[in-house]
């Protein structure tokens, strides 16, 4: 039975924690990278999928690359953070099933029907992301999702090898500068959204 965790935990998830246009020059770690990875890979996914492909830019090079494809806005952000992060979806997923998911033919669900894989893709990659920004926080890191790119121009100079990859969302990724972040947004009620049916 899953117990509820404390208040400091659900403060540094959610409560307090922020989504930041800039970083402390505190590295991060390859380790640290790892550490992040060890725990979003165990966010369910339908069928085990697994779709997300990660680039992770940590040397100049590779955020110069990545900030040609960006916003104006998104530039600065992207070449400031100690790490910046491509997270992308393979639409031909369904190749690694037979070890991810072998409790039956689940490949052959997707076999021969790209708009099925399409679609699964870019759920479980979104779903991906957000274990990944959750993961950040839960080991002492900060992320700042954002769109704001031409994912054709990201997928062109980062995935042109693999022509089932393409681009989700993009992060940032570090020690989080508190003076970069906005005041507070608002966040609804309950029944602002949701309803019980």
């Known amino acids: 039975m899953t117990q509820p965790i404390d208040d400091a935990a659900l403060d540094q998830l959610f409560r307090t924690a922020r989504s930041y246009n800039g970083y402390t020059d505190q590295p991060v770690s390859t380790d640290q990278l ?5 725990l979003m890979k165990w966010g ?13 830019c940590t040397s100049v090079e590779a955020k110069e690359k990545l900030a040609a494809c960006c916003s ?6 992207i070449l400031g953070a100690p790490v910046s992060v491509i997270i ?10 037979p070890w991810l998911f072998p409790h039956v033919d689940a490949k052959a669900w997707f076999t021969g029907n790209a708009e099925l894989r399409q679609a699964s893709a870019f759920r479980n990659s979104t779903l991906q992301g957000a274990y990944f920004i959750m993961a950040a926080r839960a080991v002492g ?3 700042g999702p954002m769109s704001g790119f031409d994912a054709g121009a990201v997928d062109k100079a980062f995935f042109a090898d693999q022509s089932s990859v393409h681009t989700n969302f993009i992060s940032t990724l570090g020690v989080g500068d508190p003076a970069s972040v906005h005041a507070r947004l608002p966040r609804p009620d309950f029944d602002k959204f949701g309803r019980i049916a």
Not at 44 to 56: C, D, E, G, I, K
Not at 88 to 97: I, P, S
């Open 34 to 38: 790892h550490a992040v990875w060890e």
């Open 88 to 97: 992308a979806m393979d639409t031909e997923f369904h190749e690694e099933l």
């Open 141 to 143: 890191l900060d992320t």
């Open 72 to 77: 104006a806005t998104n530039q600065h952000k």
């Open 44 to 56: 369910p996914t339908s069928a085990n999928q697994m779709p997300a492909r990660l680039v992770w």
